[in-house]
């Protein structure tokens, strides 16, 4: 079975700290992805990698970035985390345009 | 740009009725179409897809869905809803040649005993 993983289930964190979200899958899948999700709204889209070092922007990518330095691992940074980004964090991964494997997400609370 | 429509952010059904959750998409080619169910606290697990093979697609736990080209819609039924089908349900929408999904705000399914 596809296993894809996040480093924390909960993260407590206060305005203007950095802050690193950890995704790791064991499929050997060319894509990976980060979205959030909040009540009402859905996923949306933060940013997407197609390869190792490669990263294109969502549709909400303001506020955060990525890095892609192995295959099977893509992490989320928020450079100064603030309060309005409080959400559900989550990490998917797939190859070609099939469907997409997620992890268990990241309740992040920002103080 | 894909888009996805969902109706009804939270829908209640009776235990032992019909489940109907509606999705329609706006593309001009028909894409690749996925349903996903997330219980809570935890990612989201695919339920089924639509890959341009049979329209009437059948998923995990008694779901399935039917892809109707002339609607642009994908809607999820099951038969006889029971209460572990109590989570919310996210319709998915990938244009050929993306790997991009582009999500539906969901429906948060209530099952009344």
């Known amino acids: 079975d596809v296993k894809v993983t996040q480093s924390s289930r909960y993260l407590v964190k206060r305005t203007g700290e950095k802050v690193f979200l950890e995704c790791v899958q064991d499929?050997?899948?060319?894509?990976m992805f980060w979205y959030r999700q909040d009540p009402g709204l859905g996923l949306r889209l933060i940013y997407f990698?197609?390869?190792?070092?490669?990263?294109e922007k969502g549709d909400i990518p303001e506020g955060y970035s990525v890095s892609r330095e192995k295959k099977e691992r893509f992490s989320l940074i928020l450079e100064s985390a603030s309060t309005n980004q409080t959400s559900m964090y989550l990490c998917a991964s797939n190859n070609g345009v099939y469907e997409q494997y997620f992890g268990p997400g990241t309740r992040l609370t920002v103080t | 740009a894909q888009s996805v429509t969902q109706l009804g952010s939270h829908v209640s059904v009776s235990e032992g009725a019909l489940v109907l959750l509606r999705c329609n998409y706006s593309?001009?080619?028909?894409?690749?179409l996925f349903w996903y169910v997330q219980y809570p606290n935890q990612g989201l697990q695919l339920l089924l897809k639509y890959t341009s093979a049979a329209t009437l697609v059948k998923g995990i736990n008694g779901f399935e869905a039917e892809f109707k080209k002339s609607e642009t819609s994908f809607h999820l039924t099951k038969p006889s809803a029971h209460m572990s089908d109590a989570a919310e349900y996210f319709c998915a929408v990938s244009p050929y040649g993306n790997n991009r999904l582009a999500f539906g705000k969901g429906n948060q399914v209530v099952v009344i005993p």
């Open positions: 499929m050997d899948h060319e894509n």
């Open positions: 990698s197609y390869d190792v070092k490669m990263k």
């Open positions: 593309s001009s080619v028909p894409p690749y």
